[in-house]
């Protein structure tokens, strides 16, 4: 038992120190980005100012892009339980809705995130990366939103919901347009989704759409 002991504190040691040195190098990667330009930042100086070697750059990250974009299977979580944590009588879009203006809010309100997001907007090679990143959370999204309705596997309104939902962050390439085209999205997205959704989620959906109405 010791020894089996010694050797889940070692690996827990081990996984800390990764995990470690992966914050380490996205954090340096990102501050040379920001104050010089990602264009002009090599991948051999990012490792050298992180004080590893590009070896052990690539052993975490597969490309310089990917040194951008490292919280990524945390973000894949976050946006999942959008769907499976939403208030009772908030539908899956208007949950969605929610959580992506929440998204653009923090990103104009807090100058870090504001100048995170003004490095993709203005980097060809990141928001085309950006792009495709959100795109690979499709299955998982449309694999919730089915579960949510009690399906086994996705069908076609699922699908539609998860690919038009994650195409709405490559669609803002300004926080000032964030806002409305997050609602032309999403209004487009209800109006689908109450069509062919299940009663209950659909009748949400109505719900949220009659209460933003009575804000405005």
Do not use: C
Not at 5 to 14: I, K, P, V
Request: aromatic share 6%; proline share 4%; glycine share 6%.
């Amino acid at each position: 038992m010791a020894a089996h002991g010694a050797t889940n504190e070692q690996l827990g040691r081990r996984e800390r120190k990764k995990a470690q040195t992966r914050r380490t190098i996205a954090e340096t990667a990102l501050r040379l980005f920001l104050e010089r330009g990602y264009d002009a930042v090599g991948v051999r100086e990012v490792a050298q100012e992180a004080d590893v070697a590009t070896a052990t750059l690539f052993a975490h990250f597969p490309s310089k892009e990917a040194l951008v974009f490292d919280q990524d299977d945390e973000q894949e979580e976050a946006l999942l339980d959008v769907v499976r944590t939403r208030p009772e009588g908030v539908s899956i879009p208007e949950a969605l809705r929610r959580w992506f203006h929440g998204m653009v809010d923090a990103a104009r309100n807090e100058p870090d995130l504001d100048r995170f997001h003004r490095l993709i907007e203005t980097t060809p090679a990141l928001r085309d990366y950006s792009a495709r990143m959100w795109l690979r959370h499709e299955q998982a999204l449309a694999d919730v939103i089915a579960a949510d309705i009690g399906l086994a596997a996705p069908d076609t309104a699922s699908r539609l919901v998860a690919r038009t939902a994650l195409g709405v962050i490559p669609s803002i390439t300004s926080l000032d347009e964030g806002a409305r085209i997050i609602d032309v999205t999403f209004d487009f997205v209800e109006a689908g989704w109450t069509a062919t959704a299940p009663a209950a989620d659909a009748g949400a959906t109505a719900g949220g759409r009659q209460s933003r109405a009575r804000a405005r």
